[in-house]
């Protein structure tokens, strides 16, 4: 009857409206993808750069290593600005899992360059102020900052074995400092069964090779004494 | 490293910088705690939610033509109670980013979905708009919150109300009123057809249709 006509058009006017919004997100996840792709080249350039402190960490070096690494992050700010720019208001959480591990590096480079740089940890404000200079939709939340700041140890681990290598035996000290007071930090927090317990899990092996680094020096006599 | 290598030895640079991270930290530790806590109530909400919509799914189940008007002024007595832990969800991410919590509510959600979409077809014959549902969930709060229905969980929703569609159809089989049958068929048909369009963009919905 016209009841069941009414009906059928009501529904086929559900779907198309169903269907249009559909396809508006595949396009702009795809928009979307494409941004994060040129982030991630950025990503990986940045890590290379940094990778450089390995093997030479003359003050030098580092102030150059460094000095490169901050002019790609104005690239970044771009790119993720494009990414809010194009963002649905009030959708910018559905798409964050698409930018998500890209940001945590970022964060991670960022603090690795402000630890090199200042010997301190990169705040959650500080690494909004780096990777959004300018305000905008999107931002670091605070797991994303606290899973950057997660693959900090491992990193530091690595360059703290190397310092030795060369002879820096203080780098070693430093780095020996900071891990366990970051250490410390991490550990006031309660994290759930995630990814972000896991990584943490982890990072107790960092501390221990950090620790170990040090005791080989310490026994060896070969930091100065206080 | 831009400190001197003797700065660091000192005892007063260590424990300041001590005290530093330790305080971020523990600032850090009471945003994640108040983050976590609020998924964990959602969650509660989520659960009572799924378990009420399948009470009244079963409730709706046995719909005879002389029970209707009763059966429906319990539905929406059901509804009621629904709603109340919905509108809890809803004040919870109210200002929140609802889709950090979307895991912790998308089940009960669905649930809920394919429950009203149940108890709306037998009250009207028509199959519910995501509008109607989201007006339904403002009506029912107290503060008149809006509380988005995303897509996905009303397409799951209503996959699954095929199914209980079905079952329905199979009880009316042996009634007295073999044609409502027929209308549920075309219900449900109509339904799959619209899926079709869309399955081709979305996965989940399709493992559902397969189903």
Redesign the interface.
């Known amino acids: 009857g016209i009841n069941a006509e009414y009906g059928a058009r009501v529904m086929e006017s559900l779907f198309a409206e169903v269907n249009l919004a559909l396809e508006k997100e595949n396009l702009l996840r795809e928009d979307i993808k494409k941004q994060v792709k040129e982030l991630d080249n950025i990503t990986r350039k940045q890590y290379s750069l940094l990778l450089q402190v390995h093997s030479n960490s003359e003050r030098k070096k580092i102030e150059e290593v460094c000095a490169a690494v901050k002019a790609t992050f104005s690239e970044c700010a771009t790119l993720l600005q494009t990414i809010a720019s194009i963002l649905p208001s009030g959708e910018q959480g559905k798409y964050h899992d698409h930018w998500k591990s890209t940001q945590t590096q970022l964060v991670f480079h960022a603090a690795l360059m402000h630890f090199l740089q200042e010997g301190k940890l990169l705040t959650l404000p500080q690494a909004r102020a780096f990777l959004f200079p300018n305000p905008t939709s999107i931002s670091v939340d605070l797991e994303d900052y606290l899973m950057g700041i997660f693959n900090l140890p491992s990193e530091l681990a690595r360059f703290s074995v190397n310092s030795v290598i060369k002879g820096e035996y203080q780098q070693a000290e430093i780095i020996f400092q900071f891990v366990s007071e970051l250490y410390t930090g991490f550990r006031l927090l309660n994290l759930k069964n995630d990814a972000l317990r896991k990584r943490f899990d982890a990072v107790k092996y960092d501390v221990k090779k950090v620790e170990e680094v040090v005791y080989d020096l310490t026994l060896r006599g070969l930091l100065k004494k206080k | 490293?831009?400190?001197k290598?003797s700065d660091?030895?000192e005892?007063g640079t260590?424990s300041k910088?001590?005290s530093?991270?330790?305080a971020?930290?523990?600032e850090?530790?009471k945003?994640?705690?108040e983050?976590?806590d609020r998924y964990e109530r959602i969650i509660k909400c989520s659960r009572d939610t799924t378990i009420n919509s399948k009470r009244l799914i079963s409730l709706l189940q046995r719909l005879t033509d002389d029970t209707k008007d009763e059966l429906l002024k319990k539905a929406e007595a059901d509804l009621k109670r629904i709603h109340e832990h919905i509108c809890k969800i809803a004040s919870e991410v109210h200002q929140q980013?609802?889709?950090?919590y979307t895991r912790a509510f998308t089940f009960g959600i669905q649930e809920y979905v394919e429950a009203v979409s149940f108890y709306y077809f037998i009250k009207t014959?028509?199959?519910i708009?995501i509008k109607t549902i989201e007006s339904m969930i403002k009506e029912s709060h107290k503060d008149k919150l809006d509380f988005r229905i995303t897509?996905s969980d009303?397409?799951l929703g209503i996959a699954d109300l095929t199914g209980e569609m079905m079952r329905l159809c199979i009880n009316y089989a042996s009634s007295n009123n073999k044609e409502y049958c027929f209308t549920i068929c075309?219900?449900v048909r109509?339904?799959l057809l619209?899926?079709e369009?869309?399955s081709v963009?979305?996965y989940e919905y399709s493992k559902k249709l397969r189903l």
Do not use: C, P, W
């Open positions: 490293m831009k400190r290598q660091m030895s005892a260590d910088q001590k530093e991270i330790v971020l930290y523990s850090y530790a945003e994640l705690d983050i976590n980013d609802y889709y950090r014959g028509e199959l708009s897509i009303y397409m075309e219900f109509k339904i619209g899926f369009t869309t963009y979305h």
